[in-house]
């Protein structure tokens, strides 16, 4: 500041105000794109990180803001991109209605499990990277009118594996829902049980269908919803058991893996096997709902058993 009024004085205000004085914000913008887009020409496959994102089945570069925008669906061709659970809850919920359960739960080491990393260091440095405890998030919320108890898990997360705490969360969840005679919404995104846990994890598969079972024996609807991918030991468990299953287009839905089907069965598999529409197609699933409408949808769902709920009740 004082260099800018000693040179005003001794050396005239014109000839040096345009050096000092910072440029309007357009100016500025325009000269900060030049050079990266000089860049991006140089160097062909380089896209500035942040700020596009490439299509995978149709190759259309999309502005990140513009997919965080479109739920991260392609605008183009519909691709569904993955999607965090925090995401997800805020395109469904209520604003402002959803409480979180069991935020600080946190898996234990307890097998002591060592690979290329301790399963200690692996669990810390998700932790980091996703800013989430485990695999799923799960509270309670609304939906359109509806007060729901939901479940949603986070692929990022050591690939949306079941250990003790997803299913430790889920089964509490799904007692209080059956305590305070609310409907469950779980939305899957799960490789399967996380086998740093071993046994403790498959333990969860019973766990989370005893506490369904209950629920559905108080005559509560169970929604559930795959997303891209839901596999293995979470399809195994809760996931195929929901009153109504409904999936996201082009989702991988299955339990083993193609290659081991294959070589179990020694039979050829069907084109398209272990996607959300060859499995509607098949009569594994209710329905295929894309991301934008599937709060419409749960909200029309919730609806339409509740109703026959109060009409069960009615009849005694
Ligand atoms: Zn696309």
New binding site residues.
Partial sequence: MSTTSFTKKTVGIDAVEPAVTPPPPGTETTLAKKPKLGATKSKKREIPEGLWTK??????M?FDRELDENLKV??????HFPISARERINSLVETCSFEEMDAQMVSVDVLQFTGVASYSDKLASYQKSTALKDAIITGLGKIGGHRVALGVMDFEFIGGSMGAVVGEKLTRLIEIATERGFPIIIISASGGARMYEGMFSLMQMAKTCGALALHSRARLPYISVLTHPTTAGVMASYASVGDLIIAEPGATIGFAGPRVIKDTTQAELPPGFQTAEFLLDHGLIDAIVPRKEMKERLAYYLEFLGEGQSKLAALG
């Fill in positions: 299509c995978p089945k149709c190759s259309t999309i392609c605008v183009k061709c519909s691709h």
